[in-house]
């Protein structure tokens, strides 16, 4: 069956709860919109508190009734691959429904979103094989640290990578045995939904994953409020993260925040210059900017920077804007036209505090079905002091600044003076720069002389207002199981050798 036959099956989208597809308890919608044509594809459950009590009963059920308990760590990595199968099985619906509730070009979703999906279960199936545990010998006693779940966890993920931030949290969750509520953005709903399918397809039994769509103010508080939800691992907006930390910390739940990000991209004079072109364009506009990890800010060196400048505004204009369904399409939608208002107020600020728009900035002319689509070319800016409010706040669309520099310590200065500290880059062929300068970083993470480079294992998370913890690896296990430490007295010299 083609995809846009499939398809039609998950325009009306509904909450996942207790094995069952259900609407919200009293029956009210939100549309869902295709931002590249602003026309509504579908609707999905405007769920409320009551609906999340119901969710959590049966996640709660599940943990402490039903046979999830009773899994070993195999049974739930054998869980997890056959997840990452049948996902993989369905890639170009996942992928189609992914670029329709995103606007981000289908090549996008085909070519990172659905594939790391894929990997981030399959990753987390061979990390709980083989994650090991702590034992501590003493002369007349033992330590051994035992794991268990953490409980019920709420899981809350933004509208820029969907399914790929979803499944980052719900494979460590399954992996360490929790049940789940999970709530997508109300912007996009539809992969979530799909892999709640998924779940309850491959076997996982019922009651251990629930889905429950709405707004974040309504069900997205009433989840983080709700006294039986034990952790809470949120990805989105450092604003919001403040308001979920400040619901969860009165209740001691374990919490994961990972937010927003102004991260610098530090070009320096002796890079190899095709290459930091080509990796600060990938920084720059992938997903039309809407990537935590994007390089909004780009330092580059003075003695290169007017010919720096020149090759990526070129670049910049040469990109193919259009159809997010297009193959040929690199630049896509914003998430929504409101999104697109917010992006376009901060170019406004940027000429009104000086700054000099070297290409785009404006909203394209687009044709037929696309004109009222929430397309932003993308957008370069020069000449802006860094302490200014567009260098300083998140943007989160396909705008940058760039900005001079001339010694190390001056490219530290602006790198590290914004609040933020999720990620930066660094372009030099000197590694005992590129060393000391990631050293010097105020960020949870550094890519030398490339971007978005990902090896699961590491931490990842940001600093200051860029979040608190870390995801990944043994990271995540650790943050979805409570260690707990058995002490067992033997007497003394109860393991020396010999008599
Ligand atoms: O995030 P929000 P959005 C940044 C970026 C973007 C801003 C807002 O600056 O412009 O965040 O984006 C739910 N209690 N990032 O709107 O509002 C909400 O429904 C509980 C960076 O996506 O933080 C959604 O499911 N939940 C980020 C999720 O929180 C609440 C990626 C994120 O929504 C809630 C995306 C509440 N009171 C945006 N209010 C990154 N670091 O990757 C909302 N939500």
Redesign the pocket.
């Known amino acids: 069956m083609e995809v846009e036959e499939q398809v039609l099956a998950w325009n009306t989208l509904q909450n996942f709860i207790n094995g069952q597809f259900v609407p919200a308890k009293d029956g009210e919608t939100l549309d869902n919109i295709y931002p590249a044509t602003s026309q509504v594809a579908g609707t999905i459950p405007r769920s409320k508190s009551q609906d999340v009590e119901v969710a959590v009963s049966s996640a709660k059920d599940a943990l402490h009734l039903g046979p999830w308990g009773k899994t070993s760590v195999n049974e739930r990595a054998d869980l997890l691959e056959a997840i990452a199968q049948e996902i993989e099985d369905n890639f170009e619906l996942f992928a189609y429904l992914e670029s329709r509730d995103t606007g981000k070009p289908l090549s996008l979703t085909r070519r990172v979103d659905i594939p790391r999906a894929i990997s981030n279960f399959r990753f987390f199936a061979g990390a709980v094989r083989h994650s090991r545990d702590d034992f501590h010998p003493m002369s007349d006693a033992f330590n051994y640290t035992l794991r268990r779940p953490v409980g019920v966890v709420g899981l ?6 969907p399914l790929y ?1 979803l499944s980052w949290k719900v494979a460590p969750a399954l992996a360490m045995g929790n049940t789940i509520v999970a ?5 996009t709903p539809s992969t979530a939904t799909l892999l709640a399918d998924v779940i309850s397809r491959v076997g996982v039994p019922q009651g251990v994953f629930q889905l429950v769509h709405g ?3 309504e069900v ?2 009433a ?2 409020e709700h006294p039986d939800i034990s952790a809470i691992s ?8 403040k ?2 930390a400040a ?1 969860a910390a009165p209740q001691f739940k374990k919490l994961s925040l ?4 102004k991260n610098p991209n530090i070009i320096f004079a002796d890079c190899d210059f095709e290459k930091a072109v080509e990796g600060t364009m990938r920084a720059s506009f992938t997903n039309q900017g ?3 990890l994007c390089g909004s800010r780009v330092l580059v060196q003075r003695e290169i920077f007017d010919a720096f400048t020149e090759a990526i505004v070129e670049k910049t204009k040469a990109l193919v804007l259009g159809d997010p369904m297009d193959p040929q399409t690199e630049v896509g939608a914003l998430v929504s036209v409101d ?1 697109l208002e ?1 992006v376009k107020g901060y170019v406004e600020l940027a000429k009104e505090e000086g700054g000099d728009v070297l290409c785009g900035g404006e909203r394209p002319e687009m044709p037929g079905v696309f004109a009222d689509g929430a397309f932003l070319l993308p957008t370069i800016i020069s000449g802006l002091t860094p302490q200014c409010r567009t260098v300083q706040e ?1 943007i ?1 669309g396909p705008v940058i600044t760039l900005h001079p520099f001339d010694t190390v310590e001056e490219a530290l200065e602006i790198a590290n003076g914004v609040r933020y500290g ?1 990620a930066a880059s660094v372009w030099t062929q000197d590694l005992q720069k590129a060393h000391r300068v990631s050293a010097a970083l105020e960020t949870g993470m550094v890519w030398v002389n490339t971007w978005l480079h990902r090896d699961l294992r590491v931490p990842f998370g940001g600093l200051k207002d ?2 608190v913890g870390r995801e990944g690896g043994a990271y995540s296990l650790s943050f979805f199981s409570e260690a707990r430490n058995i002490c067992i007295h033997m007497g003394e010299h109860w393991n020396n050798i010999g008599s």
């Open positions: 809350i993920t933004p509208w820029n990578l931030l709530k997508p953005s109300e912007l707004l974040g103010a997205g508080q989840i983080v949120f990805t989105g907006g450092t604003v919001t993260g308001r979920v619901t990972e937010l927003g990000g809407q990537v935590c999104h917010k998140e989160f999720l860029s979040g």
